[in-house]
C-alpha cells in the first residue's frame, strides 16, 4: 500500500514556511544598492548593526511593530519582543519601513538594533 500523505504534509509544510516568510524582507535592497553604506553605518548604543550578510535586518510591516510607553516592541519569531531603549537607531529612516536586528540569547530573539518606520 502506498503512503501518499507524506507528499502533501511536505507540501503543506513548504507553503506554510514560505507564507510565514512573506511578511518580512531583508533590509538590503538588492534593487537600490545605493542604501548599502547607509545600512552598514547604522548602529545603536548597542553597537553596529550590520555586521555581514548573515546578520541583515529584517523589515517590518505596520502590524509587527508598536510603541510601548516610551520604547518599542516587535513582533518576531511569533511572539511580542521588547525593544531595549539602548538598541533604537536614532538616524531618519530614509526607506520608511521599520527595521529589526536580532541575535538569539538562550534560544530567544533579543534585538540588537531596532529602527522605527513611519506607521500609515
Same mark, same amino acid.
Given at each position: 500500500?502506498?503512503?501518499?500523505?507524506?507528499?502533501?504534509?511536505?507540501?503543506?509544510?513548504?507553503?506554510?514556511?514560505?507564507?510565514?516568510?512573506?511578511?518580512?524582507?531583508?533590509? !538590503?535592497?538588492? &534593487? !537600490?544598492?545605493?542604501? &548599502?553604506?547607509?545600512? @552598514?553605518?547604522?548602529?545603536?548604543?548597542?553597537?553596529?548593526?550590520?555586521?555581514?550578510p548573515?546578520e541583515?535586518?529584517?523589515?517590518?510591516?505596520?502590524?509587527?511593530? @508598536?510603541?510601548?510607553?516610551?520604547?518599542?516592541?516587535?513582533?518576531?519569531?511569533?511572539?511580542?519582543v521588547?525593544?531595549?531603549?539602548?538598541?533604537?537607531?536614532?538616524?531618519?529612516?530614509?526607506?520608511?519601513?521599520?527595521?529589526?536586528?536580532?541575535?538569539?540569547?538562550?534560544?530567544?530573539?533579543?534585538?540588537?538594533?531596532?529602527?522605527?518606520?513611519?506607521?500609515g
Open positions: 500500500m502506498r503512503n501518499t500523505g507524506v507528499p502533501l504534509i511536505t507540501g503543506a509544510l513548504v507553503a506554510l514556511l514560505l507564507a510565514a516568510q512573506a511578511g518580512f524582507a531583508f533590509a !538590503h535592497d538588492h &534593487n !537600490h544598492p545605493e542604501l &548599502n553604506e547607509w545600512y @552598514r553605518s547604522l548602529q545603536s548604543r548597542k553597537g553596529p548593526c550590520c555586521g555581514g548573515d541583515d535586518a529584517t523589515s517590518l510591516n505596520d502590524l509587527q511593530w @508598536r510603541t510601548k510607553g516610551k520604547t518599542f516592541e516587535v513582533f518576531v519569531e511569533g511572539g511580542w521588547d525593544v531595549p531603549e539602548e538598541a533604537i537607531v536614532n538616524v531618519p529612516n530614509v526607506t520608511g519601513t521599520a527595521k529589526v536586528w536580532l541575535y538569539h540569547f538562550n534560544g530567544m530573539p533579543v534585538v540588537r538594533c531596532f529602527m522605527p518606520g513611519m506607521m
